[in-house]
């Protein structure tokens, strides 16, 4: 992890650059920044404009997969004078189009800071995931940042973000004068955000590994955009696990949303979950049986210490509101259907 450094206020960020400022992130970013008196400007790259760009935003459209992509990017950065650039390009659940997900998260993500390079910008803070760390009998009860990351790299959705993280590190190399932030949340989940967790959830019947109940953590989604505007705002460089207070049994979260867990074999779990991933039926692969086995538990001392970084909700918090909001999406869908 290398030296470690208190949070400091940055100078004041000036222009602030996001990618995928459409994504659910990138936009409710943009509508938090809109109201930051410390950003004079928020320069919205995506191929769509976010729905909450004000006056303080410009927009430029941008997609990260094309070949001129780094071309656009660092054009528009010198002209902006964009003093950090916030990189939230990454999809939030994992891709039929395993092809099409390396050029966005790992090309692309070689794109931006090739840009960042080009035009100066010496901060840059990249989302990340605590699901890279790996779910494992062999894990401690709680992963700290230097822990290593032992995901599945057969998994595209892994191995892209951790090559990204990697390329990220080496962009804020200490003695080069730039400050580079990772954020790695926890699974992201609330009453809008959509992504493999909360479709998981959604199920009626909710495949589990029989004989095994692991712990996890949550974020609220709130939280996930307020610590951003938290990296934005101070300069914290290095690695971060966000995640709220406390953990869950799966069971126990299964409970409180009231769904019903199917407990299966893993043999039979991973056909069950294969079969469904094939016809694009399924939350999740079958590759990510081991978090429905296993635990995968980030250390959040460091958020607070370094980042200075305490989010308002505990994991428990964050399931209870997701379940009273699916609950009355439920209610709502059975009072449109047919009798």
């Not at 804020?172 to 909360?198: K, S």
């Not at 980030?298 to 509101?321: M, Q």
């Amino acid at each position: 992890m290398g030296e470690e450094h208190t949070q400091s206020p940055t100078a004041t960020p000036g222009a602030v650059a996001i990618t995928g400022s459409a994504g659910f992130l990138g936009s409710h970013l943009v509508g938090l920044l809109e109201d930051s008196p410390r950003v004079r400007q928020i320069i919205s790259l995506d191929k769509r404009e976010p729905a909450t760009a004000r006056q303080k935003t410009r927009h430029f459209p941008v997609d990260l997969t094309r070949h001129d992509a780094e071309d656009q990017v660092s054009e528009v950065l010198r002209a902006e004078r964009a003093s950090t650039v916030v990189h939230l390009s990454f999809h939030d659940s994992p891709s039929h189009n395993p092809d099409a997900a390396h050029d966005l998260e790992s090309v692309g993500t070689m794109r931006v800071l090739n840009a960042c390079r080009r035009s100066g910008v010496a901060k840059f803070v990249l989302w990340s995931q605590t699901s890279l760390y790996g779910a494992s009998p062999k894990n401690p009860c709680f992963l700290e940042e230097r822990h290593p990351l032992c995901a599945l790299t057969t998994e595209t959705f892994f191995r892209d973000k951790m090559q990204a993280e990697r390329d990220v590190l080496e962009f804020g190399q200490p003695g080069r004068g730039r400050v580079a932030t990772i954020l790695r949340t926890a699974p992201l989940i609330g009453p809008h955000v959509n992504n493999y967790f909360t479709r998981y959830f959604k199920q009626a019947f909710i495949p589990t590994v029989l004989g095994f109940d692991p712990l996890w953590q949550f974020l609220h989604e709130a939280d996930a955009v307020a610590a951003f505007k938290r990296a934005v705002d101070v300069d914290a460089p290095g690695v971060f696990n966000i995640a709220g207070d406390g953990v869950l049994p799966l069971g126990k979260a299964i409970q409180l949303l009231g769904r019903s867990k199917v407990p299966l074999t893993r043999p039979a779990a991973h056909l069950y979950l294969g079969a469904l991933w094939v016809a694009r039926a399924g939350a999740i692969p079958p590759t990510f049986l081991n978090y429905i086995q296993y635990a995968c538990v980030g250390d959040t001392e460091r958020c607070r210490r370094i980042l200075g970084f305490v989010p308002l909700h505990s994991s428990r918090e964050a399931i209870v509101e997701f379940a009273s909001a699916q609950k009355l999406r439920d209610v709502h869908l059975l009072s449109e259907t047919p009798a």
